[in-house]
Nanobody
């Protein structure tokens, strides 16, 4: 069963940075991967995606220029570098395997990111 594990969340002040990691027990290097987030009372939304070899990435306007997705296939890990964090970035962050732009794996536990002074 394909399931991914997220880590790296925490409490950070506005303007701060965090790097999230996503890994799995299966090889991820054949899959496009997306990062998603869900804030309390809101629907889950995509915040970035990366192609299987890392040559293509995409971001919504809300995070573009602040978040960077990358991957190290040798380490079987996908990262989300988040800079200039804002309180509205507070959410549980998840990663998932993408088929087209659709997440297809079971959702993991996610990692909590809280941006607050």
């Amino acid at each position: 069963q394909l399931q991914l594990v997220e880590s790296g969340g925490g409490l950070v002040q506005p303007g701060g940075s965090l790097r999230l990691s996503c890994t799995a027990s299966v090889n991820l290097d054949v899959y496009a991967i997306g990062w998603f987030r869900q804030a309390p009372g809101k629907e889950r939304e995509g915040v970035s995606c990366i192609s299987s070899r890392g040559g293509a990435t995409n971001y919504p306007v809300s995070v573009k220029g602040r978040f960077t997705i990358s991957r190290d296939n040798a380490k079987n890990t996908v990262y989300l570098q988040m800079n200039s964090l804002k309180p509205e970035d507070t959410a549980v962050y998840y990663c998932n395997v993408l088929l087209g732009l659709r997440p297809i794996a079971d959702w993991g536990q996610g990692t909590q990111v809280t941006v607050s002074s």
